[in-house]
């Protein structure tokens, strides 16, 4: 768990300096955008939640956790959900359509809002979902729970939807 915490909050970090030199958002106004970030890369993480609590809270595992939280062991409860985080099929915020909607969602608040904080929020957001993306594609080969109800199939083009993902991500930084 605290390597998962540490690469998001290590990429985070260095997307924000990237896009802090490049948009030269140095001034004190920009604190939002940091703010933002943080919020973003925490959120994603909430269908865990959403999941053991509402979606299937008669799991094993969801029983455990639950049981865990009641008793304020958040710290063992967090391991638990990254250390069973494939269990967990149906959650919301990592499926592929989720992520298409989430997308246009994301321009259009970064395009028509101007708030430093929403866009930090979207786009750590989309970071958070790209960095998942990649851990999927190194430890099971594939991103076949991200695509397990969305109605087309990308079976052996995997990674080109990542790299696709990660150049939307890139855009959508210059429209900062």
Do not use: C
Request: no cysteine; glycine share 6%; proline share 2%.
């Amino acid at each position: 768990m605290k390597k998962e915490i540490f690469i998001h909050f290590a990429f985070l970090i260095s997307f924000l300096i990237f896009v802090s030199l490049f948009k030269n958002y140095f001034a004190l106004a920009y604190w939002p955008l940091w703010a933002g970030g943080l919020v973003g890369t925490i959120l994603p993480d909430v269908d865990h939640f959403i999941y053991i609590l509402f979606l299937k809270p008669y799991e094993l595992t969801s029983r455990r956790a639950n049981s865990m939280l009641e008793k304020r062991s958040v710290l063992q409860t967090l391991e638990l959900l990254a250390e069973t985080r494939y269990e967990r099929t149906k959650i919301i915020f990592h499926t592929a359509a989720f992520q298409l909607v989430f997308v246009l969602l994301s321009f259009w608040v970064l395009t028509s809002s101007g708030s430093v904080f929403g866009r930090g929020l979207v786009l750590a957001f989309l970071l958070h979902l790209v960095i998942d993306q990649a851990v999927d594609l190194n430890q099971m080969g594939s991103l076949s729970n991200w695509f397990k109800n969305f109605p087309i199939s990308i079976e052996g083009r995997e990674k080109l939807y990542w790299i696709g993902n990660i150049l939307i991500l890139l855009i959508f930084s210059f429209l900062l």
